[in-house]
């Protein structure tokens, strides 16, 4: 069971910048394609980046391209988010995500089995 623990998220104005973490449990944790996810009120929840085992693959949705950066450290189990130029749209509640079933990340939701409790972003205009 992989548990996953989300950090770094608060209020920012619009043009700032945000790091998010995500520690994991897992020994294995190299062995896991990585994910964001985020979720507004009212809204579902949407792709924002994904990693790749390695780190070496990364896949982003189209309205965070160039501006967010998804990035993975794993001698410390830890995946980051590092996110520049925020806008007030991406208010969201963030979530990582992680499963290695996959031959590669994956911008679909369910395609991730492990799941951490998210962590708010809030940017103001």
């Known amino acids: 069971q992989v548990q996953l623990v989300e950090s770094g998220g608060g209020l920012v104005q619009a043009g700032g910048s945000l790091r998010l973490s995500c520690a994991a449990s897992e020994r294995t944790f190299s062995m896991y394609h990585m994910a964001w996810f985020r979720q507004a009120p009212g809204k579902e929840r949407d792709f924002v980046a994904a990693?790749?085992?390695?780190?070496?693959?990364?896949v982003y949705a189209d309205s965070v391209k160039g501006r967010f950066t998804i990035s993975r450290d794993n001698a410390k189990n830890t995946v980051y988010l590092q996110m520049n130029a925020l806008k007030s749209e991406d208010t969201a509640v963030y979530y990582c995500a992680a499963d290695r079933r996959m031959a590669l990340p994956s911008m679909s939701s369910t395609r991730y089995n492990y799941w951490g409790q998210g962590t708010q972003v809030t940017v103001s205009s």
């Open positions: 990693i790749g085992w390695s780190g070496g693959s990364t």
